[in-house]
């Protein structure tokens, strides 16, 4: 995440210092001036989500994770919104105060109109909690309308010079650039070019009731990966739109194996259906959920489909030196996963506590701690409903259990509320 923060902080700055070190174009007009720095960091914030929306492999790198740069994505969008905002009160300032303004031709009278298609965007995006995964991505994707009309916006009213060789018409070229590509790509081309894995099912099984397996054998080039990562399916044949879903089984440049919950409109759908012989395609791997780097000393906690990074964990084998207690709740036959595979494992740094909610409740901090004991720090891992985390969270506090990380992935990702589904999320 850090390295995220301090490239967009770069990027603000250089288009602060961009504005500053461009002489003024017209004497008495600070204000004027300082509304047109506000459009253009609109624009180039802009232009960062839209970047950001890609999917880039280089997301994963910058932000400790795709999961973390989807939350910086959406605060992004709103200070954009902010600044459009001030961009805008300063130009009435300026109007009010008698400023002298540079004429503004036919082309920079589209201000008004970005302003309102961003804004509209903006609010869809963020008050739109039950439209599903893949229209909120396409409301997304049209972004770059409100930008390319900023941009005509930009070209035809600012008081600098966008055809000379300033520091400050540079660089709002250089945003108008990255910006459409980021945007075009994402909105024309990522869908057909982004999924540069293909795989055919080899065997679909039922692990639970409302869960299914789906192992897919690959048919182009191998995938590189690490356990716990996650990736973008696409199901064409089956009208399977663009879900994320963690990769359940051990690295394996062969095989991938998906482990998918009914539990929206398009994953009930796809795992009634699916059978040996479709084919799918991917696209990542993303995600930097990882327990390697943490203390020796270890818990894994798993609600329900959260286990699948966990289960990629154990598979891939775990170092010596590891001493992990992997507590698994779970509501009923219908969530249940993996309960055999569990009950097989063989390792004695990995002991198992598994819970079901049904007919015991949920796992408490209380009754963690009390299993675990309170003499040596712990680095939490965890994978499951975000109520489930802030409810462990908060009661883990409550104990004596000398917590040194609690670490998690967005499990709901994307857009607030809901986010994009991850295996288990409601659609």
Same mark, same amino acid.
């Given at each position: ?29 600070? +204000? ?37 740069? /989807?939350?910086? #994505? ?9 600044? +459009? ?8 300032? &300026? ?5 002298? !303004? ?16 961003? *804004? ?12 599903? /995964?893949?229209?909120?991505? !396409? ?61 055919? *099912?080899?065997? *679909?099984?039922? +692990? ?20 716990? %990562?996650?990736?973008?399916? %696409? ?20 095989? +991938? ?18 059978? &040996? ?8 791997? /993303?995600?930097?959920?990882? =327990?390697?780097?943490? &203390?020796?000393? %270890? ?38 996963? =993996? ?13 198992? #506590? ?12 209380? &009754? ?18 975000? %109520? ?40």
């Amino acid at each position: 995440m850090k390295r995220g923060i301090v490239a967009l902080a770069v990027i603000a700055v250089a288009a602060i210092v961009g504005w500053l070190v461009t002489p003024a174009p017209i004497a008495g007009a600070p +204000v004027y001036l300082l509304a047109q720095l506000f459009g253009a960091l609109a624009l180039t914030g802009l232009a960062c989500t839209l970047f950001i929306s890609t999917r880039a492999p280089v997301l994963d790198w910058l932000f400790g994770g795709l999961d973390k740069a /989807y939350i910086l #994505h959406k605060w992004m969008g709103i200070g954009s919104l902010g600044f +459009v905002v001030v961009h805008v009160a300063g130009l009435l300032t &300026a109007r009010g105060a008698g400023e002298p !303004r540079s004429p503004v031709g036919p082309l920079g009278r589209g201000g008004a109109m970005a302003v309102v298609l961003f *804004v509209v965007l903006i609010l869809i995006a963020l008050v739109a909690q039950r439209i599903n /995964y893949e229209t909120w991505r !396409r409301i997304h994707g049209l972004m770059i309308v409100p930008f390319a009309v900023g941009l005509v916006h930009y070209y035809g009213s600012t008081s600098y010079n966008p055809f000379e060789l300033s520091a400050f018409g540079l660089w709002m070229d250089l945003v108008a650039l990255f910006g459409l590509i980021s945007g075009a790509y994402t909105l024309l081309v990522y869908s057909r070019a982004g999924f540069g894995f293909s795989y055919t *099912v080899s065997k *679909v099984r039922r +692990v639970s009731e409302d869960i299914v397996e789906i192992t897919g054998h690959r048919a182009g080039r191998p995938m590189t990966r690490a356990a716990g %990562q996650f990736v973008f399916v %696409q199901f064409p044949s089956r009208g399977f739109p663009s879900h994320p879903f963690t990769i359940s089984n051990a690295p394996d440049p062969d095989t +991938v194996q998906l482990t998918i919950k009914a539990a929206g409109d398009d994953t009930i759908a796809l795992t009634a259906a699916v059978s &040996a012989g479709d084919k799918f395609v991917t696209s990542g791997p /993303y995600g930097r959920f990882t =327990y390697l780097g943490g &203390a020796k000393r %270890q818990i894994w906690l798993a609600g329900g489909i959260g286990i699948t990074p966990f289960r990629s964990f154990w598979q891939a084998g775990i170092p010596e030196g590891f001493q992990i207690d992997f507590f698994y709740g779970y509501e009923g036959a219908r969530e249940g996963a =993996y309960l055999d595979e569990l009950a097989a494992l063989d390792n004695p740094a990995l002991r198992i #506590h598994t819970r079901d909610a049904e007919a015991e409740g949920f796992w408490t901090g209380t &009754a963690i701690a009390e299993v675990v004991g309170t003499d040596t720090p712990v680095d939490i891992y965890f994978c499951g409903p975000p %109520q489930m985390r802030a409810d462990l969270r908060r009661e883990l506090k409550a104990t004596a259990l000398p917590v040194a990380g609690f670490h998690y992935e967005q499990f709901k990702f994307g857009r607030p509320g809901t986010g994009a589904p991850r295996n288990d999320d409601t659609e």
